[in-house]
């Protein structure tokens, strides 16, 4: 086993730097604790971004993929296997599904529900029918195609030209949508909760607009529900709480609660148009991969669990709200379950990541989302000691940051 010692400062020497990561490197988590190099602990409101859906080292997740680990590893799509076929009946049962694509990636997701949309478009309509409509402030991954489906246009920056036939409308307003949809378009791609983008929910009836919209020019409608899926807002999936139903729904993040998998979800008849040798993936579909999401699926599809996510989001956003009014510091706490976005206040606004780096000092891990929200997902089973435990420290977080302020 290579033992050599590593620390950040290695990071500059070694990586590429799109990333600036902090300055601890934490090498051992349990449930919603982790611990850094210096054996300091850290209350992990963070999840790794949506992802730890159940907490670091679940002894149930651990267990499906040491067992997996004895049995079979990989094959490749030239034969299929057992937790692949389980889990897409499990996925097809829970859900509006019939069809289920795997792979190993929110934006792969993405990526093959873009390219099915089109090809959906192309077979049953013709080539014209290949026009996109995304939202601003959207976010589907890094890839080509879907940085340019997503509406941040810094992310595209330098990286032209884009794939075309992608046009941007307003989330939450439906006219802007109207605008741009016609009878060239094959989908409609919304987050029903806006992640990284500020952690911004769909208003009521926005959805339903966007399922007449798509239906009224005979269009898709894609949810990517990568980060608002798996249990996160107390439901399954997030177009449930919504009850709008799309054609195609992207899952990743919580899917494996820290095992890289995703899945394309779909209806059988749309599904048709991704035939042999359309598309493909080498892990897609990995046996290890899909032993591990089918043990997170059946874990929070429990309805204890998910029950449990709407209490734990209640304690949270009671907790940020206190705190918010203590320092007169948020606006307001949005968001579903346990996907919270704490608005800052104008006078704070661009300082959202001080308190990332306020809490690491404190002991407790927090997000950003964009430069005004502070964004929380932790542990879909976070227990409560940790919340109470993880809001004291991000109070002392505030104060540092107030402090440095005033
Ligand atoms: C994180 C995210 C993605 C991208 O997922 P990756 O696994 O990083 O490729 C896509 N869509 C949404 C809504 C996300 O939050």
Redesign the pocket.
Known sequence: MNTQPVSRGMFDDVMVPNYAPASIIPVRGEGSRVWDQDGRDYVDFAGG??VTSLGHAHPGLVGALTDQAQRIWHLSNVMTNEPALRLAKTLCDLTFAERVFFA???????EAAFKLARRWGWENHGPEKHEIVAFRN??????LF?VSV?GQPKYLEGFEPAPGGIHHADFNDLASVEALVSERTCAIVV?PI???GGVMPAAPGFLQGLRDLADKHQALLIF?????GVGRTGYLYAYEHYGVTPDIL?S??GLGGGF?V?AMLTTAAVAKSLGFGTHGSTYGGNPLACAVAQKVIDTVSQPAVLKGVKHRSELLRKGMMAIGKKYGIFEEVRGEGLLLGCVLTEAMHGRAKDFVGAGMEEGVLVLVAGGNVVRLAPSLIIPESDIDEGLERFDRAVARVVGQAG
């Open positions: 971004i949506a190993n990636s929110g934006a792969e997701a993405n959207s976010f589907h991954g890094r890839t879907t997503g987050e806006q992640g990284e990517d529900e990568v980060q608002s992207t990743a993040k890289p995703a």
